[in-house]
C-alpha cells in the first residue's frame, strides 16, 4: 500500500541554522501539507500546497518557514534560523482531491539546542 | 475559527469492553468532514474514521463507529472489543469541504487498554 515517507526521522540542530525537512507524499496525490505537533501537545497546521503554490498557511508559518516542490516527487519544509520553540514533530501529509482524506507520514522528530 | 474539543484527556478500557471518545465542534458551516485519527507511542497519525457531515449515517469500520449528532455538533468513536493494540491517543479533526483543506485537531484523548 502506498505511503507518505519522510526523512530524516530525527534532526538535531543547533538554534540559528537552516533546516529542511523531506517528504515523498503518495505518488498521485495532488495535495500536500506540513502539520507540526510540539511534544505533549495537539497537531497545528503549517500550510497547504496545491498546483505549485500555497494554498493555506497558519500563524504559525511566518516568513522563517517556506515549503518547495523541486521535482515531482518530494516536497519539502525549510526553516530558515530555527528557534528553541521551533522542536517540535514535524508531519507531512498528502492527497488525492480536495475532499480526500490526508494520510500522514511518520513525522521528523526536529530538536532544537 | 473553527474549535474542536475533547473534554476527556485520558480514559480507560479493559480489554473485549467498550469504550466511548467524546468530540464536540464548533462551526457556522453547514458542509465539513470529520476524523478521528489515532497516534500510538511511534507518534505516526493514523486515519481510524471518517465522517462527511451530510451523510446522516454513522460512519463505521470494524470494531470502530461514529456517533454523529449534527445539531449538537457531537463526534463520538466508539471502540468495541477493545485490544491492547488500541491504547493510544485519539485525536478528533475537522476539516471545512467547501474551502481550506487544513485539519483542525483537538487536544486528544489518551486511551488506556488493560488487560
Known amino acids: 500500500e502506498p505511503e507518505v515517507t519522510q526523512t530524516p526521522s530525527h534532526q538535531v540542530t543547533q538554534m540559528g541554522q537552516e533546516v529542511i525537512l523531506r517528504c515523498v507524499p503518495i505518488s498521485n496525490h495532488l495535495y500536500f501539507y506540513w502539520y507540526r505537533q510540539i511534544l505533549g501537545q495537539k497537531v497545528e497546521f503549517l500550510v497547504s500546497f496545491y498546483n505549485n503554490e500555497i494554498s493555506e498557511k497558519s500563524e504559525i508559518f511566518d516568513d522563517q518557514f517556506s515549503v518547495e516542490r523541486p521535482d515531482g516527487s518530494n516536497f519539502t519544509l525549510k526553516i530558515r534560523s530555527t528557534k528553541l520553540e521551533d522542536s517540535a514533530m514535524y508531519f507531512c501529509?498528502?492527497?488525492?482531491?480536495?475532499?480526500?482524506?490526508?494520510?500522514f507520514g511518520p513525522g521528523t522528530r526536529l530538536t532544537v539546542l | 475559527a473553527q474549535t474542536v474539543t475533547q473534554s476527556q484527556p485520558e480514559m480507560s478500557v479493559q480489554e473485549a469492553e467498550t469504550v466511548t471518545l467524546s468530540c464536540t465542534y464548533d462551526?457556522?458551516?453547514?458542509?465539513?468532514?470529520l476524523f478521528w485519527y489515532k497516534q500510538p507511542p511511534s507518534r505516526q497519525m493514523i486515519l481510524v474514521i471518517r465522517q462527511e457531515a451530510y451523510k446522516q449515517q454513522n460512519a463505521t469500520e470494524n470494531r470502530f463507529s461514529v456517533n454523529f449528532q449534527k445539531a449538537a455538533k457531537s463526534f463520538s468513536l466508539k471502540i468495541s472489543d477493545s485490544q491492547l493494540g488500541d491504547a493510544a491517543m485519539y485525536f478528533c479533526?475537522?476539516?471545512?469541504?467547501?474551502?481550506?483543506?487544513?485539519?483542525?485537531f483537538g487536544k486528544g484523548t489518551s486511551l488506556l487498554v488493560t488487560p
Open positions: 501529509a498528502s492527497n488525492l482531491r480536495s475532499g480526500g482524506t490526508q494520510y
Open positions: 462551526t457556522s458551516e453547514s458542509d465539513y468532514y
Open positions: 479533526a475537522y476539516r471545512r469541504s467547501n474551502s481550506g483543506y487544513a485539519l483542525n
